[in-house]
Nanobody, 126 residues
Framework: VQLQAFGGGLVQTGGSLRLSCTPS????????MAWFRQAPGKEREFVAA????????YYSDSVKGRFTISRDNAKSTLYLQMNSLKPEDTAVYYC????????????????????WGQGTQVTVSS
């Protein structure tokens, strides 16, 4: 399975971007997908996840209220709408797909995900 993420770019503080992620196969039936990000010199960190069967979404405290994870089944595309962007949001963003459904206790862990997109750079200027 390959994931292709795109939509990153350079934006000013307070601006918005929408990231998209498309799996290469029809594994989009999976119930859970997630976004992570990695800033230079830092570890990859959880951003958002969604259990599409239940409709539950999960966000890191740093993006809650500003970012929204969603998907379009007809287009087999996962989205991350990012509003009110801050310089600290600057990072490479990755979409991730698990082989097995993560538990509630580990869905924020990168180790729970098997397939990763190539990443898309988001840069927020101050």
């Amino acid at each position: 399975v390959q994931l292709q993420a795109f939509g990153g770019g350079l934006v000013q503080t307070g601006g918005s971007l929408r990231l998209s992620c498309t799996p290469s196969t029809r594994t989009f039936t999976t119930s859970t997908m997630a976004w992570f990000r990695q800033a230079p010199g830092k570890e990859r960190e959880f951003v958002a996840a969604a259990r599409f069967n239940s409709g539950h979404t999960y966000y890191s405290d740093s993006v809650k209220g500003r970012f929204t994870i969603s998907r379009d089944n007809a287009k087999s595309t996962l989205y991350l709408q990012m509003n009110s962007l801050k310089p600290e949001d600057t990072a490479v963003y990755y979409c991730a797909l698990p082989r097995n459904t993560p538990t509630l206790s580990n869905l924020r862990s990168s180790g729970a995900y098997t397939y990763w997109g190539q990443g898309t750079q988001v840069t927020v200027s101050s």
